[in-house]
């Protein structure tokens, strides 16, 4: 997929939870200037890796999720595999972090 999709409460289950490819999930929030900072690698690692599926969710809009993964701080990034959590970054990181933590 070439663009992150917009995860939200009604696609979760079938984006994240179910799929058969890892995920990485970012949580982030328009007023966040670290956000703002990492919000182009992601879009870069969703262009350039098409062996995982990359999602974003709003945590202003999906506070709910945002509790239930314990998004205590963002930018947050959580990668799922099987729909298990198998890592998280929290803060900023190079894009070159975040491949050696999905692979």
């Not at 990359?54 to 998004?71: T, W």
Request: charged share 25%.
């Amino acid at each position: 997929m070439s663009n992150p999709i917009e995860i939200t409460r009604e696609n979760f289950d079938e984006v994240v939870l179910k799929s058969e490819v890892p995920v990485l999930v970012d949580f982030w929030a328009p007023w966040c200037g670290p956000c703002r900072t990492m919000g182009p690698i992601v879009d870069e690692i969703a262009e350039e890796t098409p062996s995982i599926v990359v999602g974003k969710i709003n945590v202003d809009d999906e506070q709910e999720l945002a509790v239930k993964y314990d998004v205590t701080a963002i930018p947050t990034l959580i990668l799922f595999k099987s729909g298990a959590i198998r890592n998280t970054l929290v803060g900023l990181h190079t894009k070159q972090d975040i491949l050696n933590e999905i692979f």
